[in-house]
């Protein structure tokens, strides 16, 4: 990125579904963006890729934000749903890595996106993929229901602090993209039904053509993005615009 951008995106989990769908969009709409993730298959002179693994928590405390703007704004996007089965059933792993790449690492993320551009930014944006899941307990999801809960409750704080320090011009945003069309509903239709009694449901979605696309699921973020003065609540969910 050889100019000066006037409006510059940061979004985790670029590399498919949901983020990758919302970084073309993203450019469409005249944003730099530049992607964190393992992989890529963007190719866009407006595009920056900057491998990293937020499971490896060291290297997320070690990121910096070294691209700025004017507008700047933080997608955490890329999330795991970590292993399906009852609490008392599962590898205690599953917590550490769930609770790490969900909840840990977009807060270590927040934390330095605002302290690097509160004070350089004219106005800053984060916006968090929660899920229904964090409000609505989901038998075998536990880690998953946990990890987002935590980070819907972390944003409202953010909003909390922003209003009590009279931070002008930041948003942030937590929003439930609904059923999507991702892997990660693939990798739930895969579950083993003895350890998952909600999984007809999930298969009957797909099979009745229920799930939304990321495409219609990037659009709307890029509503909010676009006015982030107009949604005041912190949680929202997709279907509610």
């Known amino acids: 990125m050889d100019a000066q951008p006037n409006k510059l995106a940061y979004v985790t989990g670029a590399s498919r579904g949901i983020g990758e769908a919302l970084v073309h969009q993203l450019l469409t709409a005249g944003y730099w963006v530049i992607g964190l993730s393992r992989t890529t298959k963007i ?22 934000f070294n691209e700025t703007a004017p507008h700047v704004l933080l997608v955490n996007n890329a999330g795991m749903l970590g292993e399906v089965g009852s609490v008392g059933s599962i590898n205690a792993s599953t917590f550490e890595r769930v609770m790490g790449v969900n909840t840990i690492a977009p807060q270590i993320l ?9 004070k350089t930014a004219d106005s800053g944006h984060i916006l968090n993929i929660s899920s229904g899941a964090g409000k609505n307990a989901i038998d075998g999801w536990a880690a998953y229901c946990a990890s987002k809960a935590a980070l819907d409750l972390f944003s409202e704080t953010i909003r909390l602090e922003f209003n009590l320090h009279q931070i002008q011009n930041w948003f942030i945003h937590s929003i439930a993209p609904g059923v999507v069309d991702t892997e990660m509903q693939s990798e739930i239709r895969g579950s083993n039904p003895s350890e998952f009694k909600s999984l007809d449901r999930f298969i009957a979605l797909k099979e009745e053509n229920q799930l939304a696309s ?26 509610d615009f």
């Open 43 to 64: 190719d866009h002179p407006n595009f920056k890729f900057i491998r990293l693994d937020l499971s490896n928590l060291e290297a997320v405390k070690a990121f910096e």
């Open 110 to 118: 927040m934390n330095q996106f605002i302290k690097t551009f509160k």
């Open 214 to 239: 990321p495409a219609v699921v990037a659009e709307k973020l890029v509503r909010v993005i676009n006015a982030p003065a107009q949604f005041e609540s912190t949680i929202l969910s997709v279907r």
